[in-house]
């Protein structure tokens, strides 16, 4: 269990979650990476899918970030990443083109102002637009604008996609393999349809990144911004302020905390478009880091053992907080967040169309069958070994 999330109220495993959903239909693909449905149009070679996510508490960052500078760039990026973790998992089905999208915007009109909302409102419109400029098309339907201030103490935004699709583009992860090879894109750095340096973070692990980072002056200043639950020890225990340089960087720590979560749509439409077939299987390395993957599959054991090198903001978790390294791979995506499985054979295909836009992309590890029959991931860094 990760002690540094599960101490701040948030489970890496969602252990609790698995086991209350275990008796639910699994859909009509069951290793899908997400839970695919009927054809709500009754046509038997159509299925469909719908998805809900958000940005988590990565928006009580950027409140934080508003309320020290009036900046509202960070609000105005928090709706690319309530888009980018709903349309990034329903890439892993194969879904590229033909989106809907409703959001739900729950706020504490007393601290969050009209300016606010507008600012991630525009960030939706604007990243859907450069979105369809890759063909990637996705129609915003509207969506909700709550004032919850008994219930939500700052800002939360959440989308729901669905899309409609062939059953025979689907991707389904149940048919990754033993001899497979895992091809993983970097999280960080900047991709030709980024406006800036990405320092990989995505929108997992927030809870712990801000806590462990953050001075804890910010826990006086902004009590709304964490829950009172939480141990005073836990609370904004590192030692940065919103103003300082990411060692490494030329970025401040806030602003590298909130990179825009990236999305790998051009890429992976790219692929699809191409090599199809040649896709067993694709995960998003969110909720569970580097051990995502022992979700699907049956008796498969991952094994990652060419990692990319930890990037800074990864790194200045570590060396500057109570965290252990095992627990930072089931935390965090560590420098990769979407990893594709295929022969080795069709790797460099994945490798260099990923570079055609810009993102570093390498293979990262491989598959073997199991002894026992079930899923394990194995992870290498350097001299140690971590296994989940």
């Known amino acids: 269990m990760s002690e540094a999330y599960l101490s701040r109220g948030v489970s890496a495993t969602k252990d609790e979650v698995h086991s209350a959903i275990s008796k639910q239909d699994k859909g009509e693909f069951a290793g899908a990476f997400c839970k695919i449905i009927p054809d709500p149009c009754g046509d038997p070679d159509y299925c469909a899918a719908m998805h809900a ?17 009036g900046d509202l760039t960070a609000l105005y990026n928090i709706a690319q990443d309530s888009v980018v973790m709903n349309l990034d998992d329903l890439l892993c089905i194969g879904a590229t083109d033909g989106f809907v999208l409703s959001n739900t915007i729950g706020r504490n009109a007393h601290r969050v102002d009209g300016k606010a909302i507008k600012a991630v409102i525009d960030g939706y419109t604007d990243f859907c637009e450069m979105l369809r400029s890759h063909g990637v098309g996705i129609t915003m339907s509207g969506g909700e604008t709550a004032d919850v201030g008994d219930l939500v103490s700052t800002l939360i935004v959440d989308s729901t996609f669905f899309v409609r699709m062939k059953r025979s583009d689907v991707i389904d992860c149940d048919n990754i393999k033993a001899g497979d090879v895992i091809v993983g894109f970097a999280s960080y750095g900047q991709a030709s349809y980024e406006k800036a340096y990405n320092a990989g973070m995505g929108s997992n692990g927030l809870t712990a990144a801000r806590h462990l980072m953050l001075s804890h002056d910010y826990a006086a200043k902004y009590p709304e911004t964490y829950s009172n639950t939480i141990d005073d020890s836990k609370v904004y225990c590192g030692n940065y302020k919103v103003d300082d340089i990411l060692p490494g960087t030329d970025v401040t720590v806030v602003d590298a905390i909130l990179s825009p979560t990236r999305t790998y749509a051009p890429i992976i439409r790219e692929i699809l478009a191409n090599r199809r077939s040649a896709v067993h299987g694709m995960i998003h390395c969110t ?3 580097q051990a995502k993957c022992k979700n699907f599959g049956s008796g498969i054991h991952y094994i990652k053992n060419n990692l990319f090198e930890i990037p800074p903001l990864f790194a200045a978790i570590f060396e500057n907080a109570d965290i252990s390294e095992a627990e930072m791979y089931q935390v965090f995506n560590m420098g990769h967040r979407m990893e594709l499985y295929c022969s080795k054979d069709d790797a460099a295909y994945m490798i260099e169309t990923a570079k055609k836009y810009n993102v570093d992309a390498r293979i990262v590890g491989y598959t073997e069958a199991s002894t026992d029959g079930k899923n394990h991931v194995t992870v290498i860094s350097g001299d140690k070994k971590f296994e989940y």
């Open 53 to 69: 996510d958000g940005a988590g508490t990565k928006s009580s960052l950027a409140y934080i970030k508003y309320k020290e500078t």
């Open 287 to 289: 909720g569970g880091g």
